[in-house]
């Protein structure tokens, strides 16, 4: 039995139609739930050109060549059992861990499947395709910067976690989270950041020291959260 070429494409077109149908867009995003004012104008930026979640993409990818970028490393010890610690991580609400001196939460966008989640709202822990939008407080909150980036690995086997900062943001690059069993009820968490921006002077004397706060804001929350004590901490 022959199919026409119209029933083929009608099929095609039926398929299509039901990859999309659910799909939420960025203009389903609720702004008024949304506090932050820089991170509202931000994702109307998004939205001139992107529609689907599914248009947002990361800068970078897992395993990409970042030998020319810029490269921050800082190293925490806490104590504590490593595989609590490790899911005390995963577990976090992001209203959390992403609220602090230097940092405010503003929304999250999960790709697979398609959510929004608001500040305060429940959420199932730390996932690929997820893509947190937050707010840096600069100059002791004189100044905001947005910006957004994207779950690309959770690696639970090699108990790494790692984010890039989405495609338009003012800098593109990886950061990675891995946690690793220091023996006698210790941890070691290392956080590696590579990044890149079109000025090579915002990446040698902004970025690095405006970062290692941001970094040690998200620590210390976390340490908050699960009652850890740090051990140790160094660059």
Not at 9 to 15: F, G, Q, R
């Amino acid at each position: 039995m022959k199919i026409g070429l119209k029933w083929v494409a009608l099929i095609i077109i039926l398929i299509l139609n039901i990859q999309t149908f659910g799909q939420l867009m960025l203009e389903d995003i609720k702004m008024d739930h949304i506090r932050q004012k820089k991170v509202r104008k931000y994702i109307s930026q998004i939205e001139i050109e992107k529609h689907f979640f599914s248009d947002i993409h990361p800068s970078c990818y897992r395993g990409q060549d970042m030998s020319s970028f810029s490269k921050n490393e800082m190293t925490f010890f806490l104590n504590g059992n490593f595989e609590d610690i490790w899911k005390g991580y995963m577990a976090a609400s992001p209203s959390d861990s992403w609220n602090g001196r230097k940092v405010s939460f503003g929304v999250l966008l999960q790709k697979f499947p398609n959510k929004i989640f608001y500040n305060r709202d429940p959420m199932d822990g730390l996932a690929t395709g997820q893509v947190y939008f937050l707010n840096l407080k600069v100059m002791k909150g004189i100044y905001n910067l947005p910006v957004a980036f994207e779950i690309i690995t959770v690696d639970t086997i090699q108990k790494l976690i790692e984010f890039s900062y989405i495609e338009g943001n003012k800098s593109s690059g990886i950061q990675q989270i891995q946690f690793l069993d220091a023996g006698s009820k210790q941890t070691k968490i290392m956080h590696i950041s590579y990044f890149k921006s079109d000025s090579d002077f915002r990446d040698r004397w902004i970025y690095p020291p405006f970062h290692k706060k941001i970094v040690n804001d998200f620590h210390r929350n976390m340490r908050r959260l699960l009652n850890l004590k740090t051990v140790k901490s160094k660059e």
